[in-house]
């Protein structure tokens, strides 16, 4: 049995404005030769399919088609929803996205969450957002992490009695190496999955959110996020990319073969000194892909006509510019660094000068359960 595991398609991204829906066509367009090539029996799309949870058109239309092209060369695509993904509007597609042999979960459903072609069944658990996970538990005292635990060993469970068992799931686990372009909360110690919690039953679990390819240490079998399908933000420059080529045979370990896709645009972050912008030009020569500027401002009066000559010069290919301006400082006096602090961060720093101490531990868990809960809120 042959599979083919992706994830993190994130059609509709934007950065900085600039849609980067070219970026994933090229990427889907590998994995469509490697279907060709390789002959995958399953497809697994392990979330996160959209980056929003209302899609653009043109989004839609590349989703489609794609899954249309897998239609002609594999037995069936398994598709879950990812936090960006809106379970409604996963639920609405999934009729007609049967017709190209797709077969989407949207939500987590203890009845309905088992696919089998064959020799094969693939246990899906969509996204577990606090809110679903928690309706469906009892133990409301519980944690976040225990009660996803007590879910996965659910379906594990009552995965049938198939000779090769798959878990796709989109869900954060522990100690995993991710990239800052998850969303913040949905990656903090409150939603952390321990590894140890990934039921031995699979033969290879199958996972999306975290957007770095990496197998996961210390499971009891392969599990594996393969990762987003380009670069996302300039956080993630350097990074290569991957999907997951699977073989099960009976008796055997799976083998997982990465296959590395090569990159349309490629994401270049440079620090530079203001001045001649000839010069700075020069050192971005043959540079492909799309760039970000860093630059250490010397006379800020001069800025507008030297930011003017720097995009005339380096076209669409610079997307951004960032100025470090010496000596700046916040309307409290403290200075302001290069580096953008986060959302919890930020709570922190106003803790401690709201209450002069510093952010106890659960308040701090508790801030990141609400902004998960703001960031990803479906409606049902």
């Known amino acids: 049995m042959r599979l083919l595991h992706i994830s993190d398609l994130h059609a509709g991204r934007t950065l900085f404005k600039v849609s980067r829906n070219q970026d994933l066509l090229y990427a889907l367009n590998q994995i469509v030769e490697l279907c060709k090539e390789e002959k995958p029996h399953v497809v697994l799309i392990a979330g996160d399919i959209f980056d929003k949870a209302n899609p653009d058109n043109e989004s ?25 993904d809106s379970y409604d509007f996963m639920k609405s597609i999934k009729p007609l996205a049967k017709l190209a042999k797709v077969y989407i979960y949207d ?23 606090e809110r679903i996970i928690s309706s469906a538990d009892e133990e409301s005292k519980k944690s976040y992490a225990e009660k996803v635990g007590d879910f996965l060993n659910y379906l594990a469970q009552r995965s049938g009695g198939a000779k090769f068992k798959v878990l796709l799931s989109h869900l954060f686990v522990a100690g995993s190496a991710y990239t800052r372009t998850e969303r913040e909360a949905s990656v903090s110690s409150h939603y952390a999955v321990e590894p140890a919690q990934l039921p031995m039953d699979f033969n290879y679990i199958a996972l999306g959110h975290v957007h770095r390819h990496q197998r996961i240490e210390g499971a009891a079998t392969q599990a594996y996020y393969t990762g987003s399908l380009f670069q996302l933000d300039f956080s993630e420059e350097g990074q290569k990319k991957f999907v997951n080529l699977i ?38 020569e043959g540079l492909q892909g799309l760039l970000k500027l860093v630059v250490e401002v010397r006379d800020k009066a001069g800025l507008n006509i030297f930011s003017q000559r720097l995009r005339e010069a380096l076209g669409d290919k610079l997307i951004k510019v960032e100025y470090l301006i010496p000596d700046r400082r916040d309307v409290h006096g403290e200075k302001i660094t290069g580096r953008r602090l986060n959302l919890t961060e930020l709570y922190g720093k106003f803790y401690e000068r709201e209450h002069n101490a510093r952010l106890p531990e659960e308040v701090a868990r508790e801030f990141s359960r609400l902004l998960s809960v703001a960031e990803h809120n479906p409606s049902d």
């Open 107 to 129: 939500r987590p459903d203890k009845h309905n969450f088992l696919f089998s072609l064959g020799e094969l069944s693939v246990a899906c658990l969509p996204y577990p957002s």
């Open 60 to 84: 839609k239309e590349i989703i489609f088609e794609f899954f249309l092209q897998l239609k002609e060369l594999t037995h069936a695509t398994v598709a879950v929803s990812g936090n960006h």
């Open 247 to 284: 073989e099960l045979r009976e008796g055997e370990p799976a083998k997982v073969e990465p296959v590395e896709l090569s990159l349309r645009n490629p994401l270049h972050l440079r620090v530079v000194e203001q001045g001649e912008v000839e010069a700075i030009v020069a050192r971005m």
